[in-house]
């Protein structure tokens, strides 16, 4: 939710005195008239699915979950065929009009954002002023090689993360081996009931003034509270 999401962020002084920042809710988001799906499919995406597949039998069983999960969204949402990225740059290119009409497009987007902000600025390049594309993500149609692709990106992004954490005297392991030794243990105890809750610091950091749930960040910061 880009509502949500101004709430907590904390920008510099020096934006805030440049920019007015107004956050929205994509269509089907939040408080856009959001799409919902099932509140037991959606628990179970997060904790059932493999995410890092060791055989074809693991990305079998999770594109059959997957599209038991998009057909019970179908069913649900008469009107899904009209949340599309298109569709929501047509309202932004909207809201532009309406609260700056004589200016450019300023524009933050993170993860999804950033597919939203790239397909702006091909339909509406003389609109698109400063673009800020943080994490961004793949939006062709390939839906299997977008998968490959971010599975990569993200083993590579945990190698660097792994292998600044052991070279932190503060974070535990000593090694990119020891550091993902001591995640697993923590997954396994969490899997098996032995923990749970939810851990971040509430020390602030960058932008995030009222805490950081964000993994770098525990990983980093937090889990030697632990």
Known sequence: SGIDYIQTIAYPQKVRDAFDVIGFDPRGVGASSPVRCDDDLDLRSYFEYHFDYENQAQADEDKKAMDE???????????????????????????????????????????????????????????AGRMVL????????????????????????????????????????????????????????????NASGYVATLKPAGFFQRGNGLSPYLILHGLDLL
């Open 134 to 193: 943080d994490s961004p993500v793949a939006s062709s149609t390939d839906e299997i090689q977008d998968q490959v692709k971010q599975t990569k990106a993200f083993a590579k992004a945990r190698t660097k993360l792994f292998d600044r954490c052991a070279a932190d005297p503060k974070c535990p392991g000593d090694t990119r081996a020891e550091v993902e030794q001591v995640l697993l243990d923590l997954r396994d105890a969490a899997l098996s009931g």
């Open 69 to 127: 999960y998009y057909q019970v969204c179908i069913d649900n949402n008469p009107t899904w065929w009209a949340m599309t990225t298109a569709n929501v740059v047509q309202d932004l290119e909207l809201m532009r009009k309406i609260i700056t009409p004589k200016e450019d497009l300023n524009f933050v987007g993170h993860s999804y954002g950033t597919t939203i902000a790239a397909v702006y600025i091909s339909t509406f390049p003389k609109n």
